[in-house]
T-cell receptor, first 113, second 116 residues
Framework: EPEVTQTPSHQVTQMGQEVILRCVPI?????FYWYRQILGQKVEFLVS????????KSEIFDDQFSVERPDGSNFTLKIRSTKLEDSAMYFC???????????FGPGTRLTVT | AQSVTQPDIHITVSEGASLELRCNYS??????LFWYVQSPGQGLQLLLK??????LVQGIKGFEAEFKRSQSSFNLRKPSVHWSDAAEYFC??????????????FGKGTKLSVKP
């Protein structure tokens, strides 16, 4: 069964460093998303992406964040200058249609020290 | 504003007992509703979804949920819990913008423990 994959599974970085989290969505999906889950808190929407542009973003998704689909398979989330409060599990998701069910990857645990 | 409330943070049931996890939502239009399950160290797996039609929806692993518009609820049920059901369960509402695309708003989750 096709699934969303994410790499790395765990990333440790120092405050102020740039990180890139990678995702490979399900191949025939057209809509892509990033969510994050701070430890002990609920899953929060960050950004959605369709047709090579951002469709919607939350207030969390500030200028430090960017997303890109550099080729036909990868979908990346970049945090330009990480802060301690960026420590969280980051989930990528994809869906066939914009209002359909979203399939989530296993997540990347980002630890900022 | 749209929101999802899961009033129970942690529930413990005995194996073989029935289970009901509560979910209430706040959304101005007809909601798209989902239940996801997250096992420790794992991602979110879709259990079931409600888009329209029959208000009782069946999902994987023997779960079902009932949409009740009058109560703004979408409670998850299972008649007989198995030890492998121990996990965290998240209710979510799909929020549409621009008519066609949406994101998910999640509740805080309910952690399910299963006693032997």
């Amino acid at each position: 069964e096709p699934e969303v994959t994410q790499t790395p599974s765990h990333q440790v970085t120092q405050m102020g460093q740039e990180v890139i989290l990678r995702c490979v969505p399900i191949s025939n999906h057209l809509y892509f998303y990033w969510y994050r889950q701070i430890l002990g808190q609920k899953v929060e929407f960050l950004v959605s992406f369709y047709n090579n542009e951002i469709s919607e973003k939350s207030e969390i998704f500030d200028d430090q964040f960017s997303v890109e689909r550099p080729d036909g398979s990868n979908f990346t989330l970049k945090i330009r200058s990480t802060k301690l409060e960026d420590s969280a599990m980051y989930f990528c998701a994809s869906s066939v249609s914009g209002n359909g069910e979203q399939y989530f990857g296993p997540g990347t645990r980002l630890t900022v020290t | 504003a749209q929101s999802v409330t899961q009033p129970d943070i942690h529930i413990t049931v005995s194996e073989g007992a029935s289970l009901e996890l509560r979910c209430n939502y706040s959304y101005g239009a007809t909601p798209y509703l989902f239940w996801y399950v997250q096992s420790p160290g794992q991602g979110l797996q879709l259990l079931l979804k409600y888009f329209s039609g029959d208000t009782l929806v069946q999902g994987i692993k023997g779960f079902e949920a009932e949409f009740k518009r009058s109560q703004s609820s979408f409670n998850l049920r299972k008649p007989s819990v198995h030890w492998s059901d121990a996990a965290e369960y998240f209710c979510a509402v799909g929020v549409l913008y621009g008519g066609s695309q949406g994101n998910l708003i999640f509740g805080k989750g309910t952690k399910l423990s299963v006693k032997p």
